[in-house]
């Protein structure tokens, strides 16, 4: 039984592109990974000039799933839920062909790790060994780069797509899917606080994850809301889990939302600006950015399924963008979103530092909601480490969370106050 452990998976695989690996190791074992948590413990990359070696320690064996993606060029291996209990910096430097990784919760029972790679590569092996001594397993996937015509396209796009349906509890479908507008008793609130899980979002100059502000922030705006007993509150997540774009969406159609809140914090790289800006902005949707930074911004927020290894660059070009301003005749809903900027950048400013432009206006993927009045809210910038300091505190958190929900109060009793 042992030696089975020892040495399931080492099968050479240069040529093939389509590769999609099963290291199944122990089958008997399965079952016992839910019982304790796997836990990550060490990684690292080596490289010999040859190939490149991609070495996660875990504290038992497991079944995983290695595949490469194209646009951009990725591996990613599909792993049961586990603890990364990894150094902070690890996966922000390259070696090889691999420029970098992430790791993290994909959904509610399964982890992945996305290794960006320089081109197109192929996996030589995959598989995992004892650590001597220890009951600890060794997954290693060795790497090599190959031409792209060798390496062919999207080789494990559809599995790396498939998002399984058990996320966060606020994310199980509305009680009744047919549900319409105006029976709602309250008004429907849909907080989302963006990327999560695999997708860090920005990190800021003391490593601070955009993930976790955002969502500490939901988590009072939610309990804000809910104090005024005026408003039906939804997430679409509630912990440090993946959720993709499109969910989001659907996530707020299903929910017939009323009013949909995305949260964000932004960090820039340039170290010689990063102490200097600072401050929130409101984002509503339009199909032209209102300038050079809203559109760098859209962008980068748009790229969250990719990093998450959902979809490729290819297919988020400009169709897209194009359905966005399509959706955007809807003009009400337009003008509603622009009402609620409006108050709310006025509501924020009275409670933290706004950014010199506080409104700002570009082509947000997940602001793309026809039926539904939305905003994106950058709360600030994490490059600068004194706010990046500030915005993880409970005070400052609480403090925009009762001035997110003040504003939403002004926008509801207003349109309230219109209605014939
Ligand atoms: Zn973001």
């Known amino acids: ?12 695989f240069v040529a093939a592109a389509a590769l999609v690996l099963m290291l ?42 290695v595949y ?8 990613v291996l599909d792993l049961p839920q586990m603890d990364f209990r990894l150094d902070a910096a690890a996966g922000k430097t390259g070696r090889g062909v691999v420029s970098a990784f992430r790791y993290g919760l994909f959904a509610q029972n399964k982890a992945r790790v996305v290794l960006d790679t320089t081109g197109p590569v192929g996996i030589v092996s995959a598989g995992m060994t004892r650590v001597p001594g220890s009951k600890a397993m060794r ?23 498939a998002e399984p349906a058990d996320l966060g ?30 997708d860090p979002g920005a990190l800021g100059a003391n490593n601070v994850a955009e993930k976790s502000v955002v969502l500490a922030v939901a988590l009072q705006l939610k309990a804000a809301l809910l104090k005024t007993r005026r408003y039906d509150v939804k997430m ?15 996530f707020s159609g299903e929910n017939d939302a009323d009013l949909f809140i995305s949260l964000h914090a932004d960090s820039i790289e340039e170290k010689s600006i990063a102490d200097s800006i600072r401050g929130a902005t409101v984002y509503t949707l339009s199909d032209r950015a209102s300038d050079e930074q809203a559109r760098i911004m859209a962008d980068k927020e748009n ?30 809903t337009s003008n509603f979103s622009a009402d609620f900027s409006h108050v709310l950048a006025k509501r924020l400013g009275q409670a933290i530092t706004m950014s010199r432009i506080p409104r700002k206006s570009a082509a947000f993927k997940v602001l793309k909601q026809p039926h539904a009045p939305s905003v994106l809210v950058e709360l600030g910038y994490m490059s ?36 014939p």
Not at 69 to 74: G, H
Not at 173 to 196: F, N, W
Not at 390 to 400: A, C, F, G
């Open 1 to 12: 039984m042992t030696g089975v452990l020892e040495h399931l998976w080492n099968a050479r």
């Open 24 to 65: 199944v190791l122990g089958v008997g074992r399965a079952h016992a990974l839910q019982d304790r948590a796997v836990e990550a413990t060490a990684v690292r990359l080596l490289d010999d000039g040859k190939s490149t070696t991609f070495e996660l320690t875990i504290s038992k064996g497991l079944t995983a799933q």
């Open 68 to 75: 490469t993606l194209a646009n951009p060029y990725r591996v």
């Open 139 to 161: 997954l290693a996937v060795v790497l090599v780069p190959m031409d792209a015509a060798a390496f062919g396209a999207g080789t494990g796009a559809l599995l790396a797509a």
């Open 169 to 198: 509890s606020d994310l199980a479908p509305p009680e009744s899917a047919d549900r319409k507008h105006k029976d709602h008793a309250k008004p429907v609130i849909v907080i989302d606080p963006g990327h999560g899980g695999i």
């Open 236 to 250: 679409t997540r509630t912990d440090d889990v993946f959720v993709s774009l499109e969910r989001r969406l659907k």
């Open 303 to 332: 790229a969250s399924d990719l990093i998450a290894g959902v979809g490729s660059a290819k297919n988020d070009g400009g169709e897209e963008v194009k359905n966005i301003l399509i959706d955007l005749l809807k003009r009400e």
């Open 384 to 419: 600068n480490s004194t706010q990046e300091q500030e915005m993880m505190t409970s005070d400052w958190q609480s403090k925009v969370a009762e001035a997110i929900a003040s504003a939403v109060q002004s926008y509801f009793s207003k349109r309230t106050a219109a209605q």
